[in-house]
């Protein structure tokens, strides 16, 4: 069975930095897109930043651009998201999600388009 498994969130200072990282297991790793959701209490799910399953194609939300950045290790099997300059408003539960696609990241990443396996989320909680 697919497992899909967040790591390293934790408890940090505004302007600090956070990585995420992410495995998923019961799949072929590098045959997947993959992405990284939030979703704060009260708020929609937001999709924060994406990548095909190459890593050369990526997508960013306008909200983290310039301070988080996705990456891929296909060797290692491992998803990443770096997180810094954090802000409160990044306080959420971080998801990462698997997807079997080759479109570009915008679409599975604004949910025009599913994600097919999600994890149970890591949290991120930035302290003022």
């Known amino acids: 069975q697919v497992q899909v498994v967040e790591s390293g969130g934790g408890l940090v200072q505004a302007g600090g930095s956070l990585r995420l990282s992410c495995t998923a297991s019961g799949l072929t790793f590098d045959d997947y897109a993959m992405g990284w959701f939030r979703q704060a209490p009260g708020k929609e799910r937001e999709g924060v930043s994406c990548?095909?399953?190459?890593?050369?194609?990526?997508y960013v939300s306008d909200s983290v651009k310039g301070r988080f950045t996705i990456s891929r290790d296909n060797a290692e099997g491992t998803l990443y998201l770096q997180m810094n300059s954090l802000k409160p408003e990044d306080t959420a539960m971080y998801y990462c999600a698997a997807v079997y696609t080759t479109i570009q990241p915008i679409a599975y990443c604004t949910g025009e388009y599913a994600m097919d396996y999600w994890g149970k989320g890591t949290l991120v909680t930035v302290s003022s």
């Open positions: 990548i095909s399953w190459s890593g050369r194609e990526t």
